[in-house]
């Protein structure tokens, strides 16, 4: 199997991109998180915090969520190269919004009535900007 592990579907906490590597003396796949937040206002005092994370899956498993579709093996030689055409990707998600929006009575039947009206205004808003952004396309 491959070094490097990215995920092409959202599971637990981890998003679509992430990476997971593996670590030869552990023999599992690791995914590392680090985030940093600082803030101060106009006093001396400053708010400073950390998260670190690290996730740890063995081969097995990660073999199983290659099979369900959740991560993909990544091609040293490929990393980076494979083209994606932001137009494709736009028609993409302007069809499945399109499509959810004209199924969401059906979809949100047991939602309350605020919550139906808000997914409306949000996908009818995404669907307005994607439309823009395909105009664009010269």
Same mark, same amino acid.
């Given at each position: 199997?491959?070094?490097?592990?990215? !995920?092409?579907?959202?599971?637990?906490?981890?998003?679509? $991109?992430?990476?997971?590597?593996?670590?030869?003396?552990?023999?599992?796949? !690791?995914?590392?998180?680090?985030?940093?937040?600082?803030?101060?206002?106009?006093?001396?005092?400053?708010?400073?915090?950390?998260?670190?994370?690290?996730?740890?899956?063995?081969?097995?498993?990660?073999?199983?969520?290659?099979?369900? $579709?959740?991560?993909?093996? *990544? *091609?040293?030689?490929?990393?980076?190269?494979?083209?994606?055409? !932001?137009?494709?990707?736009?028609?993409?998600?302007?069809?499945?919004?399109?499509?959810?929006?004209?199924?969401?009575?059906?979809?949100?039947?047991?939602?309350?009535?605020?919550?139906?009206?808000?997914?409306?205004? !949000? @996908?009818?808003?995404?669907?307005? @900007?994607?439309?823009? @952004?395909?105009?664009?396309?010269?």
């Amino acid at each position: 199997m491959a070094k490097i592990l990215r !995920v092409t579907d959202s599971f637990l906490f981890m998003e679509i $991109g992430d990476t997971f590597e593996y670590n030869n003396d552990t023999k599992m796949y !690791v995914a590392e998180h680090n985030e940093e937040f600082h803030k101060s206002d106009d006093s001396d005092s400053e708010l400073r915090s950390t998260y670190s994370s690290n996730f740890a899956i063995s081969e097995e498993y990660a073999k199983e969520l290659i099979k369900d $579709g959740y991560l993909e093996e *990544v *091609v040293e030689d490929q990393k980076d190269t494979k083209f994606i055409n !932001v137009f494709d990707e736009i028609n993409k998600l302007h069809a499945k919004y399109t499509d959810e929006l004209a199924n969401l009575e059906e979809d949100m039947s047991s939602m309350p009535q605020c919550m139906k009206v808000e997914r409306s205004t !949000v @996908l009818t808003n995404m669907i307005t @900007l994607l439309t823009y @952004l395909k105009s664009l396309k010269k």
